[in-house]
């Protein structure tokens, strides 16, 4: 999950002829909001106790800092609007960009995300600490059986799960307000 996570994050930002931060950090947020909507769309709800959730989560609170206090008639607010558009896969349209963008604004500016970028950080650090380990420990003990490493996996997996999602129940008000504004998004997508 880790390798197709960075893939992505990395191919994404390679896309579209702006090379600048805003451009770069439109992308991310767009690829992660196209993210979280596949998975709203599987669950109806956006679950933070999904650790992909609280992983894409963290890049759209990352992606969308540079958006306080810019003017909306701004370059980098158009940079990342087109960013938007291009990270989404077109979820995010040029008659929706701007809504989008703005409701992102308001986000940024209205709400303290720090705890929602602490979580994701700590999601991915373990996971990606637990692929590792995982690794060695096949490599290791190539005689285990499957059934043994599956459930080594399974319970490094739920602890690195259970403590992200501690960390999104302590932010429950950073939280409650950064998926109203999401879903309110996923209202105006097409697909």
Partial sequence: ????????SCGILGIGTKNSSASASGQASGAALKSLYSQYQTD???????LNNIIMLAQ???GIQGLKDVDDKSAFYNEFAQGLILGSDRLVTKSTAGTVTNTLQ???????????SAAGVVALAE?????????QAAQETVKETVQETTAQVQAAAQNTVSEAVEMIEDASDEVSGT????????????K
Avoid: R
């Fill in 1 to 8: 999950m880790v390798i197709c996570l960075m893939t992505a």
């Fill in 44 to 50: 109806g709800q956006i679950d933070v106790t999904n």
């Fill in 60 to 62: 759209l609170t990352n």
């Fill in 106 to 116: 308001n986000l940024a500016n209205s709400a303290d995300l720090s705890l929602i």
């Fill in 127 to 135: 996971t990606e600490e637990t692929g590792k380990e995982t690794a």
């Fill in 179 to 190: 998926l109203s504004s999401i879903t309110s998004i996923f209202g105006l997508f097409s």
